[in-house]
């Protein structure tokens, strides 16, 4: 028989005892502490997301109260032949240079995954990029880089190729910003190598046996296993690239040129805010950035269930 005296059993609607009830709240306090700077940071997000709702529909100059004028704002976007302009360098930098740099992240990822020596030093090498591309003084060294007596040039002359001041024509301004963006793969390709070696070996080993080659074992192997963070690489490339705006601001100066080549939408919205102090058309023009951001990233996860592959 035991010595020591068992605690009684729950009874159903039983009230919990008080120092049960005090620790509660006590647990419930210290999540609300933690949660503290994300509230606080919260409304410096909340209070300017709705403030710019209403600005969108309003003539504003940061000095004159807001006017309200409905939505004359975006009924002159839509007649606005510069606002056209960058929404389709805004496209075309999108739709070229993402796929483009998705396509070099998973092909450096799959060469390092293959057992390279030093793999941890590649890996920051390809990844450093991603870190300073955005950056002011990267825009700048790739502005020299691609000018006029720059290194391109430089390299074609030794070939007796007179080489244009690429970003001073508005044939290549946009086409070197275009390279600059493939050249920052880093951060998918680090996402791609981790996907990558989960794969189990053994899916490799069975097609190969049966003869799949190794073009075969991508399209049926990597491919569909690596579908998920393919797609999640695709979303976050996409949103980025839309939101592009230091690139093109340096390398213009401010000015979008040549001949509004690199006009990119932000660049227009920042001059329509900040230069020409319509404060109401730039917040108009976010909205819409907003709304196309959200179309596109919709339009990716209803077309996911096609080719998207999940384990379960």
């Known amino acids: 028989m035991s010595t020591t005296l068992d605690a009684p059993p729950a ?23 933690f949660l503290l700077p994300w509230f606080a940071g919260m409304l410096f997000t909340v209070i300017p ?61 799959m060469v390092l995954n293959r057992g390279v020596r030093g793999l941890a ?6 990844y450093l990029p991603s870190l300073l591309g955005g950056s002011v003084a990267i825009v700048l060294l790739w502005k020299y880089i691609f000018g006029l007596d ?11 190729v007179n080489g244009p001041g690429w970003t001073s024509d508005p044939d290549y301004a946009l086409t070197t910003l275009i390279v600059l963006h493939i050249w920052t793969f880093g951060s998918p390709m680090v996402i791609f190598l981790a996907g990558l070696r989960q794969i189990p070996v053994m899916y490799y080993e ?11 074992q991508f399209r049926s192997i990597t491919l569909p296993l690596l579908s998920p963070i393919v797609f999640f690489n695709l979303i976050q490339s996409l949103i980025s690239s839309f939101q592009t705006f230091t690139q093109g601001y340096v390398m213009s100066g401010g ?57 379960n």
């Open 11 to 33: 009874v159903a609607g039983a009230r919990p005892s008080p120092a049960r009830r005090r620790r509660k709240p006590r647990r419930d306090r210290a999540g609300y502490l």
């Open 49 to 109: 997301f709705f403030a710019s709702l209403y600005l969108a529909f309003t003539d504003y100059n940061l000095l004159n109260a807001p006017k309200w004028i409905g939505l004359d704002n975006f009924t002159e976007m839509f007649g606005d032949a510069v606002w056209a302009q960058s929404l389709k360098v805004t496209f075309v930098y999108t739709f070229v240079s993402v796929p483009l740099s998705l396509a070099a992240a998973l092909g450096v990822a």
């Open 121 to 126: 030093v590649y890996r920051a090498v390809f």
């Open 150 to 160: 720059g290194i391109v040039n430089g390299f074609l002359g030794w070939f007796g």
């Open 206 to 216: 069975a097609a190969a046996m049966d003869g799949a080659s190794k073009w075969r």
């Open 255 to 311: 000015a979008g040129g040549p001949a509004n080549s690199t006009m990119f939408y932000n660049l227009y919205l920042y001059q329509q805010g900040f230069s020409q102090f319509r404060m109401g058309y730039a917040s108009a023009m976010a909205w819409m950035l907003l709304v196309i951001i959200a179309a596109f990233t919709a339009l990716n996860f209803l077309t996911a269930r096609y080719w998207v592959h999940y384990d």
